[in-house]
């Protein structure tokens, strides 16, 4: 007979563990058929067993019962109590046993898992999620490679993952839930719902990397969506994640639709989208989510309809990011296509408001998606603005767009996006006054503009901060737009900006608010005003642009200031911290999130792949060491955009800086000169006309350089790349020019030479030769002739690059500088055509003192990353890849570019104090995606975040023989054992234009001589 006790001595152990079963089976019926009295007799029985029993484990699998239920119970009912209970409960069952493994201890910190990840989505407590994907991983350590178990924790894993990914934008986090998810799928039978439940997660996790992916990865949409149908196929229409199935494939099919504009997808996800919704409980957590995707739909349909939504219209609804757009008379586009819709358009737009509303309400405070939901339901109603002329619904879309603006609780990026559509919406308003709508819109883009910066956190990688500052391309240029227009605006007498002059201020004024803010922290509002108050409508216009632009060089440069002095005012242990922090921050970046060491590697070197989750510690001791050193007396401003008149003060008398702001609200240049902010209207350019010159030039650049085209295409070609210089000239250079003659600008220098002119170019313009422009055909003025033209991704970048200039002592005797040459003429794979003249460039280079030269085979990756800190001067010789194709598609093609690329990603981490001059003979080194325009994400800006002083890059692809004729021409200005960069753009322009003028067939060409620019001071 079996004895009533363990071997611990618990008494009555057969019938508590008859109990524990009864309970168990309890709680399986209620998951299979929904039924709450089972799930009410699996409490009762779990209670019972929690009251009887002392022995450990027989007490730990009761509390692990009763979290289960508590938490199905918050399933249905969504009562938070339940879901905190329950995470309690699944901790206290875990307590006894410490580090200690049981058959059932991983079960339970998987249990932990889901349900930490669970209340992330309620509360946005992101210690929540770190601590959920910490509590799964602790499971995964000991459980077999395979069957069901391994497959659910493996799901439960890429959840959290996934869930990591949308809180930050962390690719790495994506990429390895995707790798989570198919082994999931991949270890266990078919048939069980572990695999229904993993084939379901992948096809969610496979949209988002379509949606993230730089090519779109159609093929990862198919997947998903035969992924998503097949789970639907094998189930019940009673299992109880049927509703959730059913919302996954219509939110797989919507984005088809979205890329490929076929209505069947549309109509097959609007049923799912339906359905999903009608057959979840009023409640249910996951209302939330599904009447979202429901919302989605009704939008696409409103589209299909024929009404397209427009200006105040999301582009990417399931995402963070929002792009408001202006048309090209600075009104949100479609604003004036007033009258009103068809039926069904009506029809469309009702369902879309009523959907979105229902979302809205459904979406409780705190809850993840409550930013998303306000933002929706805004834009539903702001298109029903436009559409019927409704001013209630304007207001009402406004007072949606501003509570989420201003609440810190929300994700940055909504914050972001729903300021930039407040602004956009009050544009609209105001009974026809432009004066009326620029003064309300001032409030919100500044806010947009302050927070901007915090959307590109060190948590995620370059890359993936260049993405989400890519979602609000143009935000800054539009705000800056808008404070000029609002200047202009009012009455003589009332701002110095009315004038056309704004004075800097003196230097004991107040700091600017609009500096860097840390991660986490709020924008300082009282110095917002006190500055706003101040400043004129021009220098309001500059501060915005510089935050608003350079997001990524300012976190670079921020890493490489010089801060011996700060430091001496600190605390020891913060500039310890100081010191440790910048080198780990520029580890090379892994592509996977998960870190090789539990909490990260404990003395990891420079070289040591930074993974995702050493990049999120990393970035909160970082947040958190700003914060400290900003509360030390005297450091206040540490790390914060330089008040107007510092940036001035840096700029000197060397010459102007003219940052060229374009927007669809107006057009200005905005000149820096002898302690001034000047702005000039530029009538005669267009942000529309911009764009589309922009897009022909290049064009025709590419056609210039194909030769299968016909001679008579190819002189086409040149014809356009010579009328759009010529309308550069009438459009920008010629008025800015007019405007410094009239402000005292002699034009040259002290010696009677032309005088130095910098451009700081925004938005379309920067893929644009300004310094090229003139009327060429006629042998007409020519900027090329009148000035010494170079660029400048930023004032304060320029300001930076001046200061480390002066600051670099000037040895007495100087010593021979070293170049490192770096020449591939033929690199293996490329399918680019040889480069006969690298061979004789880089020979005749290496004759210079102390040079080293990597040539061919020798110029591989880990060669000239390890040579580049060693030498003050490079010269790059080879072909060279724009980063057009994709944010990560920028590379040097070195000799071993298929296996090992040298990314931009890899040059703009280095840190080179001691860098001066980086030549770049290669092809399209300053090309990149129009999105990432304002953010210099390019070869050319790669280099000068790394720390070279002064960069000569290329604009597109440059023709081999007079690229070796430029870089003769430029060397020979130097002195043979020492070039001395400060000349470095003198010299450039005097080989571009004896180039130009001596070399037969070049001056009617100007594809061949244009394209070389320099950056810096």
């Known amino acids: 007979m079996a004895t009533p006790y363990d071997l611990f001595g618990t008494p009555g152990y057969e019938q508590l563990l008859a109990v524990l079963g009864g309970a168990e089976e309890a709680l399986a019926r209620y998951e299979r058929a929904g039924r709450l009295s089972d799930l009410e007799r699996a409490l009762v029985l779990f209670d019972a067993l929690l009251t009887r029993a002392e022995n450990i484990d027989l007490r730990s699998a009761a509390m692990n019962g009763v979290g289960m239920v508590l938490w199905s119970r918050y399933e249905r009912f969504g009562e938070p109590d339940d879901l905190d209970g329950a995470i309690t409960l699944f901790r206290e069952a875990l307590a006894p046993y410490g580090a200690e493994v049981t058959v059932t201890t991983p079960s339970y910190w998987t249990n932990l898992s889901g349900a930490l990840r669970l209340r992330w989505l309620r509360t946005r407590d992101a210690r929540d999620l770190g601590a959920s994907v910490d509590a799964v991983r602790t499971a995964l350590v000991s ?147 599904r009447n979202a995707v429901l919302a989605t739909v009704r939008r696409l349909e409103l589209v299909r309809a024929g009404r397209r939504a427009t200006g105040l219209d999301i582009t990417d609804p399931g995402g963070s990011g929002t792009a408001g757009r202006l048309d090209a008379g600075g009104t949100p586009a479609g604003a004036g296509a007033r009258g009103r819709p068809a039926r069904r358009e009506r029809r469309a ?116 901060r260049a993405r989400q500052l890519g979602d609000f391309a143009g935000l800054a240029c539009d705000a800056a737009a808008c404070a000029l227009d609002l200047a202009d605006a009012r009455p003589p007498g009332t701002a110095a900006a009315h004038t056309g002059a704004a004075r800097a201020k003196p230097a004991a004024a107040k700091p600017e608010a609009v500096g860097a803010t840390a991660a986490g922290a709020e924008p300082d509002a009282a110095r917002a005003e006190a ?18 632009r350079g997001v990524l060089l300012g976190q670079a440069l921020d890493a490489r200031t010089e801060t011996s002095e700060l430091l001496n005012r600190v605390p020891g242990e913060l500039a310890s911290e100081w010191r440790r922090l910048l080198p780990q921050l520029d580890r090379p970046e892994a592509a996977v999130f998960t870190s090789s060491e539990p909490g990260g590697a404990n003395d990891p070197t420079a070289e040591d792949p930074l993974t995702g989750e050493d990049r999120h510690a990393l970035a909160e001791r970082w947040e958190r060491l700003v914060e400290a050193i900003r509360r030390v007396p005297g450091c206040e401003d540490f790390l914060r955009l330089p008040r107007t008149e510092e940036m001035l003060a840096g700029i000197g008398d060397t010459g102007p800086v003219v940052v060229v702001n374009v927007s669809p609200l107006r057009c200005d240049a905005l000149v820096l000169h002898r302690g001034r902010v000047r702005p000039v209207r530029l009538e005669g350019l267009r942000h529309a006309e911009a764009e589309r010159r922009a897009d022909a030039f290049l064009a025709a650049i590419r056609a210039t350089g194909d030769h299968t085209l016909p001679l008579s295409a190819q002189r086409d070609a ?92 000037t040895p007495v005797r100087p010593e021979p500088t070293a170049p490192l040459i770096v020449a591939v003429a033929e690199a293996p794979g490329s399918g680019s055509p040889a480069l006969e003249g690298v061979r004789e460039e880089a020979t005749r280079l290496a004759r210079r003192p102390g040079a080293r030269l990597l040539l061919a085979e020798d110029a591989v990756r880990r060669s000239v990353l390890d040579a580049l800190p060693r030498h003050a001067w490079a010269h790059f ?108 753009a003198h010299a450039l322009r005097e080989a571009v234009r004896e180039i130009r003028e001596n070399v037969e067939g070049v001056r009617e060409n100007p594809s061949l001589w244009a394209p070389y620019i320099h950056v810096g001071p």
């Open 143 to 289: 459980t077999p490679s395979r069957g069901p178990s391994r497959s659910n924790r493996l799901n439960s894993l890429g959840d959290a993952l996934l869930s990591l990914f949308q809180l930050h934008g962390d690719s790495s986090a994506l990429a390895e839930a995707v790798t989570s998810f198919r082994e999931a799928v991949a270890c266990t039978e078919p048939g069980r719902d572990e695999g229904v439940w993993a084939r379901s997660s992948l096809a969610e996790a496979l949209r988002h990397h379509h949606r993230w992916s730089p090519d779109g990865a159609p093929e990862a949409l198919d997947e998903a969506a035969a992924l998503a149908r097949e789970v639907l196929a094998g189930v019940s229409r009673r299992h109880r994640l049927y509703p959730r199935f059913l919302s996954n494939l219509a939110l797989v099919l919507t984005d088809r639709h979205t890329a490929r504009s076929d209505p069947a997808d549309l109509r097959e996800a609007a049923r799912a989208a339906r359905r999903a919704v009608a057959a979840t409980p009023a409640g249910h957590p996951n209302l939330v989510q």
């Open 349 to 464: 737009l009702r369902a879309w408001i009523r959907a979105t509303g229902q979302a809205y309400a459904a979406t409780p405070e705190g809850h993840a998606l409550r930013g998303l939901a306000l933002l929706h339901h805004g834009s539903a109603l702001a298109t029903k603005a436009m559409t019927d002329d409704d001013a209630r619904a304007r207001d009402a879309a406004i007072a949606l767009y501003r509570r989420a603006a201003r609440d810190p609780a929300m994700d940055v990026s909504v914050r972001v996006g729903c300021a930039r559509l407040w602004a956009l919406s009050v544009l609209d308003g105001g009974g026809g006054s432009p004066a009326y709508g620029r003064a309300a819109a001032m409030e919100p883009y500044r806010l947009a503009v302050e927070l901007l910066p915090r959307t590109a956190s060190y948590r995620v990688g370059r890359m993936d």
């Open 531 to 548: 500055s706003g108050a101040e400043a004129s409508g021009a220098e309001l216009a500059l501060r915005l642009l510089e935050q608003g």
């Open 718 to 809: 040149q014809a356009e790349v010579r009328e759009t210089l010529g309308w550069l000239w009438t459009a920008l250079a010629e008025p800015v020019l007019d405007a410094l003659a009239g402000w005292g600008w002699p034009g040259e220098d002290s010696a009677g030479g032309p005088g130095r002119l910098w451009w700081v170019p925004t938005g379309p313009l920067t893929a644009l030769p300004l310094h090229a422009a003139g009327r060429h055909e006629e042998d007409g003025d020519s900027l090329l002739d009148r000035a010494v033209c170079s660029y400048a991704p930023t004032v304060n970048g320029l300001v930076r690059a001046r200061r480390r200039e002066a600051e670099r002592p």
């Open 877 to 984: 010789a080879c072909h060279a890849v724009g980063a057009l194709s994709g944010a990560a598609a920028g590379h040097v093609v070195l000799h071993d570019h298929g296996t090992a690329p040298l990314t931009l990603s890899d040059i703009a981490r280095l840190r080179l104090p001691e860098a001066e001059l980086a030549y770049l003979s290669a092809c399209e080194t300053t090309s990149g995606r129009r999105e990432f325009a304002d953010e210099a994400l390019h070869i050319t800006g790669a280099f000068h975040m790394a720390g070279f002083t002064h960069v000569v890059g290329t604009l597109w692809a440059v023709a081999d023989d007079t690229s070796w004729e430029v870089s003769e021409r430029f060397y020979a200005a130097f002195d043979p054992s020492h070039p001395f960069p400060g000349h470095t």
